[in-house]
């Protein structure tokens, strides 16, 4: 039995299990953009501009990925959903390395799926065409939560990871209001997104499903289709939160 208090509502379980398929939908989106750009980073030729000297790792880098692979596993272990063979190997700094983590992490990814929804074992395929097949049984995945929620926390640590290693800074814009859930101003518009956050990093909704939940570096999203409900709860206004994703000026959390 669920024990996240949407058991005995029928309409709190949908309404967890489709955020927590829209929260997949976006994550695969974004390392479906973004994965195509580690293999740029490694082309042959490719230089940095002249006069100036590599770019050396971030002091503490290498332990945020172990973290993130010792996340990883737990995950996994949480969720009963580790593929025989798997292990902890040690990562290293290297844009190649972060391609082999997350091109085994998205092959793992679909065979786990495909196993646990008693699906053949996919054929071989690129990252991208992975995640579009992953994406593609979304309808299945989402009849069980277990299963959805070990796909969403899989993905999010596999696009940020992508995001961190192309040193990403991603565009944040200030929208007005509160926050519904915190009462802080701390509303932000991510317009590569399309989405509302809260980046208050004590701000946790009541939403079981919300990965704001359980992960202390995850933020309550709002996606296009709720911002009118948003302005309403928050005081700002839907065109004001529209005007703010095509702003390209960026400012600070």
């Not at 058991?7 to 953009?33: F, K, M, Q």
């Not at 709002?222 to 005081?235: F, H, I, N, R, Y």
Request: hydrophobic residues 40%; aromatic residues 2%; glycine residues 6%.
């Amino acid at each position: 039995m669920a024990q996240d208090g949407t058991a005995g509502d029928p309409a709190a379980r949908r309404t967890a299990d489709e955020r927590v398929v829209r929260d997949i939908v976006l994550w695969a989106a974004s390392l479906v953009r973004q994965f195509p750009e580690l293999a740029e980073e490694l082309a042959p030729g490719r230089k940095a501009p002249a006069g100036t000297a590599p770019t050396a790792p971030h002091p503490g880098r290498d332990e945020l990925i172990r973290a993130e692979r010792r996340e990883a596993l737990l995950l996994e272990q949480r969720h009963g959903l580790s593929v025989p063979g798997h292990g902890a190997a040690p990562i290293r700094l290297h844009i190649s390395d972060a391609i082999r983590d997350i091109t085994d992490g998205v092959v793992e990814l679909e065979e786990a799926v495909c196993a646990r929804l008693g699906l053949p074992r996919p054929r071989r395929a690129g990252v991208v065409e992975r995640l579009r097949r992953i994406v593609g049984l979304l309808d299945a995945i989402a009849a069980h939560p277990v299963l959805a929620r070990h796909v969403r926390d899989e993905v999010r640590r596999m696009a940020r990871r992508c995001a961190r290693t192309l040193g990403d800074a991603e565009t944040v814009v200030r929208v007005a209001g509160r926050c519904p859930w915190c009462d802080s101003v701390s509303l932000r518009a991510f317009p590569d997104r399309r989405a509302v956050l809260c980046v208050n990093p004590a701000c946790v909704c009541t939403d079981a499903a919300c990965g704001c939940q359980d992960d202390p570096a995850y933020r309550h999203l709002w996606p296009e289709a709720e911002w009118a409900e948003l302005a309403d709860a928050s005081g700002a206004r839907t065109e004001e939160i529209e005007a703010a994703m095509d702003d390209t000026k960026e400012t600070s959390c």
